[in-house]
T-cell receptor, first 114, second 111 residues
Framework: KAGVTQTPRYLIKTRGQQVTLSCSPI?????VSWYQQTPGQGLQFLFE???????NKGNFPGRFSGRQFSNSRSEMNVSTLELGDSALYLC?????????????FGPGTRLTVL | QKEVEQNSGPLSVPEGAIASLNCTYS??????FFWYRQYSGKSPELIMF????GDKEDGRFTAQLNKASQYVSLLIRDSQPSDSATYLC???????????FGPGTRLSVLP
């Protein structure tokens, strides 16, 4: 089975711009979770989508949004970028059901905001 | 507020020694527990999970779970320099719909 893929792998934007990141989960997985990772804050949970519905949400401002398509692919959007949004953005896929529901990570998108 | 705590390290051990990584969690109803390894600049990769009290072994790795003490640990036997990484503990909420990660422990295995 192919793993989790994320595009693009690297992105450079300037303050005020917006960005869209994409994540394709493992085949058959219906849950996609997004995380932000910075050296100071560790892995911070953004949100989780399951069957096209946001099921869980972390404590991030509304500038961070996401969606999931019928094929389980997910996109994350950040509007009005700030310098502090520079981070590694990781998505993780899982079946979304049962326990343990193991998450598998993609390679991440490294976003730099100038 | 669900919390997962780990010593940030760095934890330094000599090559061939046993490395012991610890994690505590606050939600007593948590059911499943995961250990991930993350090399610098890379994404986390799953090492193993555990959901029953006791020990679970997989090669050089042993996960230990004590739900009464809300404590989970990872032992790495015969540590190698290639084990040098950050180890993340993650806890799956009772409803199975939420993961909470600890801050990670940085392990350094010295040749």
């Amino acid at each position: 089975k192919a793993g989790v893929t994320q595009t693009p792998r690297y992105l450079i934007k300037t303050r005020g711009q917006q960005v869209t990141l994409s994540c394709s989960p493992i085949s058959g997985h219906r849950s996609v979770s997004w995380y932000q990772q910075t050296p100071g804050q560790g892995l911070q949970f953004l949100f989780e989508y399951f069957s096209e519905t946001q099921r869980n949400k972390g404590n991030f401002p509304g500038r961070f949004s996401g969606r999931q398509f019928s094929n389980s692919r997910s996109e994350m959007n950040v509007s009005t970028l700030e310098l502090g949004d520079s981070a590694l953005y990781l998505c993780a896929s899982s079946s979304g059901q049962g326990a343990p529901d193991t998450q598998y990570f993609g390679p991440g998108t490294r976003l730099t905001v100038l | 507020q669900k919390e997962v705590e780990q010593n940030s390290g760095p934890l330094s051990v000599p090559e061939g020694a046993i490395a012991s990584l610890n994690c505590t969690y606050s939600d007593r109803g948590s059911q499943s527990f995961f250990w991930y390894r993350q090399y610098s600049g890379k994404s986390p990769e799953l090492i193993m999970f555990i959901y029953s009290n006791g020990d679970k072994e997989d090669g050089r790795f042993t996960a230990q779970l004590n739900k009464a003490s809300q404590y989970v640990s990872l032992l790495i036997r015969d540590s190698q320099p290639s084990d040098s990484a950050t180890y993340l503990c993650a806890v799956n909420a009772p409803d199975g719909q939420n993961f909470v990660f600890g801050p990670g422990t940085r392990l350094s295995v010295l040749p």
